[in-house]
């Protein structure tokens, strides 16, 4: 189901979060509007592209300037080289506190690596498979998660956590990658 893939400093990551407002954090609902096991989420996107069946990545640049976005730079960019890709989405997941995301597969994640940095955590916090064995993942721990596999989340704790996640299209991916700015609303 996953895979410990290397380990990192987060701590000025870590700051730049807390600094987040509610506002911030409520302010890109993509994930909560595409699925219901995300209903118990904040999420902050720095950029993102959905898997489909077209031959293009199309990315949607969100941030790349605030001091999360330039504290996330070095990571990403180290993860990029390990990984002999080009990320199309990194995204960071909250999950409130005492919430559960169900178990469920991401099946249009195939031939992807999503690579899960837990950020802020505590020892109440499990991923957990199908056998229902519960993993604690730890700080700054990068977990290769292979999303096509039954997942779950549970935050048994009076604190949210939050993981960065990052999505590398594996070598045998051969789509094109295209990023974009979303469109003004004015």
Known sequence: MFKIVGSTKVTDIAASI???????WNRWKHLQDLYSSHD???????????????DTYKVT???TTSKVAVACQPLINSLSKAFNSTPISAVFSRLRERRVIPIHTDQMYD?????????????????????MKL????VGTMYDLDATKPHGIVNG???DRT????????????KRI???????TL
């Open 40 to 54: 118990s989420t904040y999420a902050y996107g720095l950029f993102f592209s959905m898997p489909d069946d077209t």
């Open 18 to 24: 807390n600094e987040l407002t509610l506002e911030d």
């Open 178 to 184: 295209v990023y974009e700015t979303p469109r003004s």
């Open 135 to 138: 993993h604690n993942w730890k």
């Open 157 to 159: 704790s009076r604190l």
């Open 111 to 131: 031939g992807i690596h999503r690579v899960h940095i837990p950020i802020i955590t505590n020892p109440m916090v499990y991923m957990f498979g199908r056998d």
């Open 61 to 63: 640049v969100l941030d």
């Open 163 to 174: 993981h960065l996640v990052i999505d590398l299209p594996s070598a045998k991916a051969t």
